[in-house]
């Protein structure tokens, strides 16, 4: 369950149980003011009667005032009952209605069944002197709780509805809140998620304090990614830079060889060596490109580079491997300077990976096109070969690191070229696509725009 869905959940369940409070308060309240109206109406109207007793010659005289039944009819038309007692006895009324407890000098309630009804009944207690004795005089009066009732009801669906009103509206403001609350964490994610692969930078992003925690131990783990793929990086670079150091004295004294010889067989062999050593020198190169692509990507040195120059200069490079397989190298669009702004030392290592990566494939006596032209707001170059084609892979897949070609099994390679100069081409903004050419072969189209 997600974090938001669960504060929310909560928050609702506060709602719900805050809704039933507040229901069951209004509800108490309402029925008990209803019940204090109707027991101060009741005490009246035995007041009244109580008042309207007197002594006379032959006992008591009670004349009940209209009054006294009058305000009760008013409130609703419940029906009333009454009995009065003189010294525990009936003197008039309904001899079986229940009688409260005696209640002292106030007034005393009771709610009771009566005659398939419920009754709200006072009882008021008063003395009188008859002959020189006192008589005690009790004055029951009851009334039927429809009225009552009725309220009770009219509040509680008044209190349902606030309650009902108050759940929506908490729920409402409770979903609100968590999205307010968890909006800290989402803008935190999205700078997170918005980086690069190769970006661990610490990430210095402002966030409550409840985040700090989070964002210490993130950043901790980050400097410590950091640190282990700086020290991997290191190792590869140091260990490539320790194999060219052998592979180049190897390559010397064999071309030494190869020209102090006129044995045709010893210079096919030594020319397999020569062959050899240039694929492991270039396997060993391509590792220590690399290391310091993936670092420079992070701390580029961006400055003016005319690509034009630098395309010429990796054609250069490349001529003498070129050679040793009778691989003609054809170079267009280089007449005018190509001024961009980025790290040269990054672009010479895509230049130079495309350009190896087409002389290696190529077969023998082919040609390689190196073309380079403006665009809208970008220059293109191209690298054209004749050579096997990507296959069945996509350009995309064969971009990754150590990902080589189905029909490459025999040649060896890193699997590093093309991920090097996805990489380049990521870290100035640009694009890097491979095609099958038509008739055969390979078009590798780097992209790099102009500023």
């Given at each position: 369950m997600s974090l938001r869905r669960r504060l929310f959940l909560q928050m609702l369940g506060v709602a719900a149980v805050l809704?039933?409070?507040?229901?069951?308060?209004?509800r108490t309240v309402a029925e008990r003011a209803a019940e204090a109206t109707q027991d101060n109406i009741l005490a009246a109207s035995a007041t009244a009667i109580a008042e309207a007793a007197r002594a006379a010659d032959q006992g008591i005289l009670v004349d009940i005032p209209y009054a006294a039944f009058a305000m009760l009819g008013a409130v609703s038309e419940d029906r009333v009952f009454y009995r009065i007692l003189a010294n525990d006895e009936t003197i008039t009324g309904y001899e079986d209605l229940p009688m409260p407890g005696p209640g002292g000098a106030g007034p005393a309630y009771l709610t009771s069944p009566y005659r398939d009804t419920v009754v709200r009944?006072?009882?008021?207690?008063?003395?009188?002197?008859?002959?020189?004795?006192?008589?005690?005089?009790g004055i029951v009066v009851a009334q039927t709780r429809l009225a009552q009732d009725a309220i009770a009801r009219r509040v509680a669906n008044v209190a349902a509805g606030l309650g009902i009103g108050f759940f929506l509206l908490a729920g409402l403001l409770g979903g609100l809140a968590a999205q307010s609350t968890l909006r800290p964490l989402r803008r935190l994610a999205?700078?997170?998620?918005?980086?690069?692969?190769?970006?661990?930078r610490p990430v210095d992003h402002s966030a409550p304090s409840e985040l700090q925690p989070l964002l210490s131990a993130l950043n901790g783990f980050i400097g410590r990614l950091r640190a282990a793929l700086d020290r991997t990086e290191t190792l590869i670079a140091e260990a490539a830079h320790h194999v060219r150091t052998p592979l180049?004295?190897?390559?010397?004294?064999?071309?030494?060889?190869?020209?102090?010889?006129?044995?045709?067989?010893t210079r096919r062999t030594l020319r397999a060596v020569i062959r050899a050593v240039e694929e492991s020198a270039r396997s060993a190169g391509q590792?220590?490109?690399?290391?310091?692509?993936?670092?420079?990507?992070?701390?580029?040195?961006?400055?003016?580079?005319?690509?034009?120059?630098?395309?010429?200069?990796?054609?250069?490079?490349?001529?003498?491997?070129a050679d040793l397989r009778d691989i003609d190298l054809h170079l267009s669009g280089v007449d005018q300077p190509a001024a961009i702004t980025g790290d040269e030392v990054l672009i010479d290592a895509a230049l130079r990976n495309l350009l190896d990566n087409a002389v290696k494939y190529s077969p023998?006596?082919?040609?390689?096109?190196?073309?380079?032209?403006?665009?809208?707001?970008?220059?293109?170059?191209?690298?054209?070969?004749?050579?096997?084609?990507?296959?069945?892979?996509?350009?995309?897949?064969?971009?990754?690191?150590?990902r080589r070609g189905a029909n490459v099994g025999d040649i060896v390679g890193s699997g590093l070229g093309l991920s090097?100069?996805?990489?380049?081409?990521?870290?100035?903004?640009?694009?890097?696509?491979?095609?099958?050419?038509?008739?055969?072969?390979?078009?590798?189209?780097?992209?790099?725009?102009?500023?």
């Amino acid at each position: 369950m997600s974090l938001r869905r669960r504060l929310f959940l909560q928050m609702l369940g506060v709602a719900a149980v805050l809704s039933v409070a507040l229901y069951l308060t209004v509800r108490t309240v309402a029925e008990r003011a209803a019940e204090a109206t109707q027991d101060n109406i009741l005490a009246a109207s035995a007041t009244a009667i109580a008042e309207a007793a007197r002594a006379a010659d032959q006992g008591i005289l009670v004349d009940i005032p209209y009054a006294a039944f009058a305000m009760l009819g008013a409130v609703s038309e419940d029906r009333v009952f009454y009995r009065i007692l003189a010294n525990d006895e009936t003197i008039t009324g309904y001899e079986d209605l229940p009688m409260p407890g005696p209640g002292g000098a106030g007034p005393a309630y009771l709610t009771s069944p009566y005659r398939d009804t419920v009754v709200r009944i006072v009882r008021l207690n008063r003395q009188l002197p008859v002959d020189g004795r006192p008589v005690d005089l009790g004055i029951v009066v009851a009334q039927t709780r429809l009225a009552q009732d009725a309220i009770a009801r009219r509040v509680a669906n008044v209190a349902a509805g606030l309650g009902i009103g108050f759940f929506l509206l908490a729920g409402l403001l409770g979903g609100l809140a968590a999205q307010s609350t968890l909006r800290p964490l989402r803008r935190l994610a999205g700078a997170v998620s918005r980086r690069g692969p190769s970006d661990l930078r610490p990430v210095d992003h402002s966030a409550p304090s409840e985040l700090q925690p989070l964002l210490s131990a993130l950043n901790g783990f980050i400097g410590r990614l950091r640190a282990a793929l700086d020290r991997t990086e290191t190792l590869i670079a140091e260990a490539a830079h320790h194999v060219r150091t052998p592979l180049a004295t190897v390559r010397i004294q064999t071309e030494i060889a190869l020209r102090n010889t006129d044995d045709d067989a010893t210079r096919r062999t030594l020319r397999a060596v020569i062959r050899a050593v240039e694929e492991s020198a270039r396997s060993a190169g391509q590792l220590l490109d690399h290391a310091m692509v993936s670092y420079r990507s992070d701390h580029m040195d961006r400055g003016p580079v005319d690509l034009a120059r630098r395309l010429s200069e990796m054609v250069h490079s490349v001529t003498p491997a070129a050679d040793l397989r009778d691989i003609d190298l054809h170079l267009s669009g280089v007449d005018q300077p190509a001024a961009i702004t980025g790290d040269e030392v990054l672009i010479d290592a895509a230049l130079r990976n495309l350009l190896d990566n087409a002389v290696k494939y190529s077969p023998a006596d082919a040609r390689i096109e190196a073309a380079l032209a403006p665009g809208d707001g970008w220059f293109w170059i191209e690298i054209r070969d004749r050579g096997r084609g990507i296959g069945e892979a996509g350009g995309a897949e064969l971009a990754t690191r150590f990902r080589r070609g189905a029909n490459v099994g025999d040649i060896v390679g890193s699997g590093l070229g093309l991920s090097i100069v996805e990489e380049v081409a990521r870290a100035h903004g640009g694009r890097f696509s491979l095609e099958n050419r038509e008739g055969g072969g390979t078009c590798a189209r780097l992209e790099l725009p102009r500023t």
